[in-house]
């Protein structure tokens, strides 16, 4: 049986065959983890605001700008190279993985 984060890449890589990776859909397919931390670190600056704490709070908003940026960042490298990577992959393989991964079906 294959790791979720295994079978999660196969499944993207299979999306990414028939549809070029691109930023909208990055960003969209990772909308709730990203946004999930930074809605934590945005209370987290709320929260120290609130106590006075401002200079942590002003760290707490760079990290939370750091890790948009690096997102996105990330989105454009992903984007930029998938020609390469496309080229280069061993697409029976990557079905054949994909297939072995369904559940219920055994390695």
Do not use: K
């Not at 196969?10 to 065959?17: A, H, N």
């Not at 942590?56 to 454009?76: N, R, W």
């Not at 992959?89 to 055994?106: F, Y």
Request: with cysteine; aromatic share 12%; hydrophobic share 50%.
């Amino acid at each position: 049986m294959r790791s979720a984060f295994q079978v999660d890449l196969l499944t993207r890589y299979r999306s990414f065959r028939n549809h070029a990776p691109t930023v909208g859909r990055l960003a969209r397919r990772n909308a709730l983890p990203v946004g999930g931390w930074c809605c934590v670190l945005l209370a987290l600056a709320a929260l120290l605001w609130w106590l006075e704490m401002r200079l942590a709070a002003a760290g707490v908003l760079g990290f939370m700008a750091s890790t948009l940026f690096h997102a996105f960042a990330s989105y454009y490298r992903t984007r930029d190279v998938w020609p390469v990577v496309e080229r280069i992959t061993d697409w029976d393989a990557v079905e054949r993985l994909a297939g072995e991964a369904r559940p219920g079906n055994s390695p």
